[in-house]
């Protein structure tokens, strides 16, 4: 029952990992608080289910073409709402605080058209439901294929940001985006394709919920919160951070679930989040202000 519920967990954890991972770079790099991203997730689930359910596409070839989506959806935005904001802005809190009150409208924008097109109803689909014996634990294939993505991708976003150019270039911004012009980094085009990624990262965190979990058109904000969470908890920026945190998380939800009383797994999500802001207010990975 333990082994079971810390694999469960550990599954749950991943997929936070996964979809904190895109939030950390659009706040991390181009200070855009997106209060929208949670939304582009459910979006991301239905583009799978839809693809699934009326063509018969594999959510795993879905992927193929919901990311892409995600990623030119968030260029767009970007584009077109956010940098001339970002262009304004004196500084980098002002940006954050108008990118709030920005994509809170984009939010209520993207889940209209998804209450039209879906309705309030909870979704799903069945894909891979087959059991799976794991030392001795029976769990389901399409959660272990959710976990088996979220770190694939999260592999694969580590070794872009850390052994390419593209991805010293992203952490230079990140770190400095007042010296990064400096050294010929244009920092507003940098800040659009990492809020881009990060759009595609999010819609591929979708399709891999879509698997094996239920969810609405309304669900977007429960993501935002979850991943702004395991961000602030793991330190701003930082994917190893986000990694941890989000198994954290993952696996005292589901311990708290099956042992004590499913309602209280909000409760306990806070009770952990407040823990390390107490502890450590630059979060489990993040540097101390100097």
Do not use: C
């Amino acid at each position: 029952m333990l082994f079971s519920a810390i694999l469960t967990g550990l599954v749950l954890g991943g997929t936070y990992a996964l979809i904190a991972m895109g939030l950390t770079l659009q706040y991390g790099v181009a200070r855009i608080m997106n209060l929208a991203y949670g939304d582009l997730i459910i979006a991301g689930g239905f583009g799978a289910m839809l693809l699934f359910t009326a063509m018969g596409i594999n959510p795993l070839i879905a992927l193929i073409i919901v990311v892409p989506a995600g990623f030119a959806l968030s260029w767009l935005v970007y584009a077109l709402m956010l940098q001339p904001l970002a262009r304004r802005s004196p500084n980098r809190d002002r940006l954050e605080g108008d990118s709030i009150l920005a994509t809170f409208g984009l939010l209520f924008v993207i889940q209209g058209v998804a209450l039209v097109l879906f309705g309030a109803n909870y979704q799903s689909y069945s894909f891979l439901a087959v059991p799976i014996d794991v030392l001795g634990t029976t769990i389901a294939a399409n959660r272990l294929l959710a976990f088996a993505l979220a770190v694939l991708f999260g592999v694969g976003l580590w070794l872009l940001l850390s052994r390419t150019r593209f991805g010293t270039v992203i952490r230079a911004v990140a770190a400095n985006p007042g010296s990064a012009p400096l050294v010929g980094i244009n920092v507003d085009h940098v800040a659009r394709l990492a809020f881009a990624l990060g759009g595609g990262l999010a819609a591929a965190g979708g399709v891999v919920v879509s698997m094996y979990l239920t969810f609405s058109a309304t669900m977007g904000v429960i993501f935002t919160m979850k991943a702004l969470i395991v961000v602030i908890m793991g330190g701003v920026g930082n994917l190893l951070g986000a990694l941890a945190a989000g198994l954290i998380l993952g696996v005292v939800e589901t311990l708290v679930s099956s042992f004590i009383d499913p309602g209280l797994t909000l409760a306990a999500t806070y009770l952990i989040f407040l823990a390390v802001l107490v502890v450590r207010p630059q979060g489990l990975f993040g540097k101390a202000a100097r």
